[in-house]
């Protein structure tokens, strides 16, 4: 876990498994989402496109790419400036597979409102 002591957001894993997938992303993607959460922590999870994208219901992606390829973490806020990292994908197609939204939409659920 990524925690902040000067006012700025912390960065948190829905499981352990979430975040060993996370770190388990090849080198340059890996690196690349080292990058894009630091400035997280201090600027917010809003980075923009390309770094990240908002869809429906409070779900968003981080959006990775280095030499390996493509990949996609799913986010969501909460209160008190907290970020939790719900899903990880390596990303194969033009667009995101309707199956990791329904791994981490309801992952997304459990968090905000405490149910699966």
């Known amino acids: 876990m990524c925690y902040s002591s000067r006012g700025e957001y912390t960065i948190t894993y829905y499981s352990d ?7 388990g992303l090849p080198d340059t993607l890996a690196a690349r989402y ?3 959460t630091r400035r997280m922590v201090v600027l917010g999870p ?3 496109e ?3 994208k908002a869809f429906a ?3 968003f992606e981080l959006r990775l790419k280095g030499a ?4 996609r973490v799913f986010f969501c806020t909460l209160i008190a400036k907290r970020i ?3 899903h990880c994908f390596i990303k194969k197609s033009d667009k995101t597979p309707l199956r990791e939204r329904e ?7 459990e968090v905000k409102h405490g149910y699966a």
Not at 17 to 23: G, R, S
Not at 68 to 71: Q, S, Y
């Open 84 to 86: 939790v990292m719900l």
């Open 68 to 71: 390996e390829g493509i990949a």
């Open 46 to 48: 809003n980075l923009g």
């Open 50 to 52: 390309p770094h990240t």
């Open 17 to 23: 498994v979430v975040q060993v997938e996370i770190l």
């Open 34 to 36: 080292i990058v894009l």
């Open 103 to 109: 791994i981490a939409e309801p992952r997304l659920k």
């Open 57 to 59: 219901g409070g779900l």
